[in-house]
């Protein structure tokens, strides 16, 4: 039987750095998915205040075992 996977796209946000970021991200939604496969970085952002930084985000393609109901 063939495999068949879904992707979605998750952010994740740290106040670190954005492997931070994307790991907080790729753990958070682990918790709610299971057979997470593959975790691409799509995009890197930040989020600024006043000229500075105070968050890192990142954005990330995520790829799981689809089970049909």
Same mark, same amino acid.
């Given at each position: 039987? &063939? /495999?068949? +996977?879904?992707? *979605? $796209? *998750? ?5 670190? /750095?954005? $492997?931070? =970021? &994307? &790991?907080? !991200?790729? $753990?958070t939604t682990? @918790?709610?998915?299971?057979? #997470? %496969? *593959? !975790? $691409?970085?799509? @995009?890197?952002?930040?989020? #600024? ?5 105070? &968050?890192? %985000?990142? %954005?990330? =393609?995520? /790829?799981?075992? +689809?089970r049909a @109901?």
């Amino acid at each position: 039987m &063939a /495999s068949v +996977y879904k992707i *979605i $796209e *998750i952010v994740g946000v740290s106040k670190k /750095s954005w $492997e931070d =970021a &994307a &790991a907080n !991200a790729v $753990e958070t939604t682990g @918790k709610n998915l299971k057979d #997470l %496969r *593959i !975790a $691409e970085v799509i @995009k890197m952002d930040m989020q #600024l205040k006043k000229g500075k930084v105070v &968050a890192y %985000r990142t %954005r990330v =393609a995520v /790829s799981f075992k +689809y089970r049909a @109901k």
